[in-house]
């Protein structure tokens, strides 16, 4: 089936397999995916583009994910906690620079209990009416339940990779079963949920992405971030070459064929490995992008994968100069 075909039979009832879905990601039929995906999202969303902040607020964690800078046998990395406060703080001045969402992220850091997570939350909530999405990976079916309670709007948890022997490979502290009940409990508890995958992982093949696109749509999430695989020096995966961008690309179409309401972000990671091709996903089915609002001393070190980091921060200036550029792009910041 050819992308506009297969969208009009997904709108029809019509419930897709690997099968399906993997002539989507081929050469021959990107043209075709890319103007598909890009009507849908106009259809949706017009020319808004979302803006979200994002801050990381803790660098520690207890996991060993392999292509991931953070996990916690990187010893060459120091390691900083935000003072809860200090979190407050930041996302009130996001919150009167214009941002309307924060995401909270951070490695998974028992540190910061149900309890003292909720309470930031809530007192976030107690003085701007800015939306929280939290991203602090697999807790307790309770925490997400007091983080719900506590004002917690949406959470996003990655998934990374749908097929079971490649998450085995890359997570020796979890597992995909696990992930997925969260995500699905995630879903049951009423937060907006999001999950995601990376591409380019080693043993990824069109038929993983297959299996990928299908787990986001039987959560089914809201938001769906998909990046490239970028190889971080401190990680066993250091010398696997990084994913394909355009790859990239073409999975955020498939996306949005499947997910057609998702929000879909263009991500810091082809941003990183390809910024022409941040820019095209916007006409390929993106409707959202995430600025940072982390203090500089902590963005050089939050190190998920090697990337510029910034030097200074301006709130304030940095969303009117991405504003600035998504005009440029024809798009309309929302
Ligand atoms: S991917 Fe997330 S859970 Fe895994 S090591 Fe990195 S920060 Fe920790």
Same mark, same amino acid.
């Given at each position: 089936?050819?992308?506009?075909?297969?969208?009009?039979?997904?709108?029809?009832? #019509?419930?897709?397999?690997?099968? @399906? &879905?993997?002539?989507?990601?081929?050469?021959?039929?990107?043209?075709?995916?890319?103007?598909?995906?890009?009507?849908?999202?106009?259809?949706?969303?017009? @020319?808004?583009?979302?803006?979200?902040?994002?801050?990381?607020?803790?660098?520690?964690?207890?996991?060993?994910?392999?292509?991931?800078?953070?996990? $916690?046998?990187?010893?060459?990395?120091?390691?900083?906690?935000?003072?809860?406060?200090?979190?407050?703080?930041?996302? /009130?001045?996001?919150?009167?620079?214009?941002?309307?969402?924060?995401? %909270?992220?951070?490695?998974? @850091?028992? #540190?910061?209990?149900?309890? %003292?997570?909720?309470? &930031?939350?809530?007192?976030?909530?107690?003085?701007?009416? &800015?939306? /929280?999405?939290?991203? /602090?990976?697999?807790?307790?079916?309770?925490?997400? =339940?007091?983080?719900?309670?506590?004002?917690?709007?949406?959470?996003?948890?990655k998934?990374?990779?749908?097929?079971?022997?490649?998450?085995?490979?890359?997570?020796? $502290?979890?597992?995909?079963?696990?992930?997925?009940?969260?995500? !699905?409990?995630? =879903?049951?508890?009423?937060?907006?949920?999001g999950?995601g995958?990376? &591409?380019?992982?080693?043993?990824?093949?069109?038929?993983? +992405?297959? !299996?990928?696109?299908?787990?986001?749509?039987?959560?089914?999430?809201?938001?769906a971030g998909i990046g490239?695989?970028?190889?971080?020096?401190?990680?066993?995966?250091?010398?696997?070459?990084?994913?394909?961008?355009?790859?990239?690309?073409?999975?955020?179409?498939?996306?949005?064929?499947?997910?057609?309401?998702?929000?879909?972000p263009?991500t810091?990671?082809?941003?990183?490995?390809?910024?022409?091709?941040?820019?095209? /996903?916007?006409?390929?089915?993106?409707?959202?992008?995430? =600025?940072?609002?982390?203090?500089?001393? #902590?963005?050089?070190?939050? *190190? +998920?994968?090697?990337? *510029?980091?910034?030097?200074?921060?301006? +709130?304030?200036? *940095?969303? +009117?100069?991405?504003?600035?550029?998504?005009?440029?792009?024809?798009?309309?910041?929302?």
């Amino acid at each position: 089936m050819r992308p506009a075909e297969f969208y009009k039979a997904v709108q029809n009832g #019509f419930s897709p397999g690997e099968k @399906d &879905i993997v002539p989507l990601l081929s050469d021959e039929n990107e043209k075709e995916l890319f103007d598909t995906a890009d009507r849908v999202k106009r259809a949706i969303f017009g @020319d808004e583009i979302r803006i979200r902040a994002i801050l990381e607020f803790s660098n520690y964690c207890r996991r060993q994910c392999a292509y991931c800078g953070l996990n $916690c046998k990187n010893t060459a990395l120091s390691r900083y906690r935000m003072e809860p406060e200090e979190i407050v703080t930041q996302t /009130v001045k996001a919150w009167e620079a214009g941002y309307q969402t924060i995401v %909270l992220q951070s490695g998974e @850091d028992p #540190f910061y209990t149900g309890e %003292l997570l909720s309470e &930031i939350v809530r007192e976030i909530k107690g003085r701007c009416p &800015i939306a /929280v999405t939290l991203s /602090v990976g697999e807790r307790d079916f309770e925490d997400y =339940k007091q983080f719900r309670n506590a004002g917690a709007d949406r959470y996003l948890l990655k998934h990374e990779t749908a097929d079971p022997a490649i998450y085995a490979s890359l997570h020796p $502290c979890g597992t995909l079963e696990n992930r997925v009940a969260c995500l !699905k409990e995630l =879903k049951r508890l009423g937060y907006e949920t999001g999950s995601g995958f990376m &591409i380019g992982l080693p043993g990824q093949t069109a038929q993983t +992405i297959a !299996k990928d696109l299908l787990l986001l749509r039987s959560i089914p999430c809201d938001m769906a971030g998909i990046g490239p695989f970028i190889p971080h020096p401190q990680t066993s995966l250091k010398d696997h070459p990084a994913g394909s961008s355009r790859m990239t690309v073409r999975a955020v179409a498939a996306a949005r064929l499947l997910l057609p309401s998702a929000n879909l972000p263009a991500t810091t990671a082809l941003e990183v490995l390809d910024s022409t091709e941040r820019r095209h /996903v916007f006409s390929c089915g993106a409707n959202v992008i995430m =600025k940072k609002v982390t203090p500089p001393e #902590f963005q050089q070190l939050y *190190d +998920i994968y090697p990337s *510029d980091k910034p030097l200074e921060l301006d +709130i304030p200036k *940095d969303r +009117i100069k991405l504003e600035e550029q998504l005009r440029s792009l024809g798009l309309t910041p929302c």
